[in-house]
């Protein structure tokens, strides 16, 4: 079945840095969406990108399909900013499913 | 804003008990799901519904029986509970297979 790794497992930074994450898949993703779990738990859809670049406010989402990867960007992190960031991907078909990576932890200090 | 909405937040219950969660969106939604979200945060899809139908069965404990009586809602309900069901159980819907799914705020589950 589908596997999706996600890099790095957590991340710390001071607030206004960048932050980079990644994503790695198996198998071709018809669809792949990034989520953000705060500290309490609610899961929160970002950005849904399964090809090409996309962009809303601070977050850029780069996918590149042929190579199974995903990325993305936190530009000028916030304190607020700090929570999980998951990857998920569906391979498509009747049978239609999402499957999380297990997320990298951020960390933004003030 | 709040669009899927689940209950109870929380629950504490003894092994072999059975629990009812409920969820329900208010997006016109015409697909449902259930995730479990386990100790170590790992998400997994459980069941889907699409327009009242089962479309997605992953392979889940007989125990476990999803419920639902309109497009809108979506129940599950977990018969003669166990330790190992301890866990974050996540329901979200989507308009369409493969578009993007909204999310409740979980329902906590304690087995003692």
């Known amino acids: 079945g589908q596997q999706v790794q996600q890099s790095p497992s957590s991340l710390v930074l001071q607030e206004g840095e960048n932050a980079e994450l990644q994503c790695n898949f198996s198998?071709?993703?018809?669809?792949l969406q990034w989520f953000y779990q705060s500290p309490g738990g609610s899961l929160v859809s970002l950005l849904s990108?399964?090809?090409g670049t996309k962009h809303t406010g601070r977050l850029t989402s780069t996918t590149v399909t042929k190579e199974r990867r995903s990325s993305l960007h936190i530009s000028s992190s916030q304190t607020t900013d700090s929570g999980t960031y998951l990857c998920a991907i569906a391979s498509g078909g009747s049978n239609y499913k999402l499957t999380f990576g297990k997320g990298t932890l951020l960390t933004v200090t003030p | 804003e709040t669009a899927v909405f689940q209950t109870p937040n929380y629950h504490v219950t003894q092994v072999g008990n059975e629990v009812s969660f409920n969820c329900k969106q208010t997006l016109g939604h015409d697909t449902m799901y259930w995730y479990k979200q386990d100790s170590k945060k790992l998400l997994k899809i459980m069941f889907s519904y699409n327009n009242k139908q089962l479309i997605v069965n992953e392979t889940v404990p007989r125990r476990f029986s999803p419920q639902s009586s309109d497009k809108a809602h979506l129940n599950l309900r977990i018969k003669s509970v166990e330790p190992e069901d301890s866990a974050v159980y996540l329901c979200?819907?989507?308009?369409?297979?493969?578009?993007?799914?909204?999310f409740g705020p979980g329902t906590r589950l304690l087995v003692l």
């Open positions: 979200a819907s989507s308009y369409v297979d493969q578009d993007t799914q909204y």
């Open positions: 990108n399964p090809s």
């Open positions: 198998s071709t993703a018809t669809q």
